[in-house]
């Protein structure tokens, strides 16, 4: 799965995220995903992981088999 479509869907559940995705493995398929927004602000950590996860529940189906997270909110950074 592209870089770009993950950012995208993302973004649609967190409009100011700013994200960073390395490619793990070379095949687009293990990310790792580094995410900034205000809508962390407040949230626990499995909070934070369950607004990602949400945003990629079809990818997390097949196109991507493993996401590794870091999530920060905006005070944190």
Not at 27 to 36: C, K, L, N, P, S
């Amino acid at each position: 799965m592209k870089a770009e479509t993950i950012v995208a869907r993302i973004r649609e559940a967190l409009p100011d995220a700013r994200v960073e995705l390395r490619d793990l493995t070379g095949t687009e398929d293990h990310w790792h995903a580094t995410v900034i927004s205000s809508g962390f602000a407040g949230k626990s950590l499995i909070e934070r992981h369950r607004l990602v996860m949400a945003a990629l529940a079809e990818e997390m189906k097949g196109p991507i088999h493993a996401l590794t997270l870091d999530v920060k909110s905006l005070d944190e950074v």
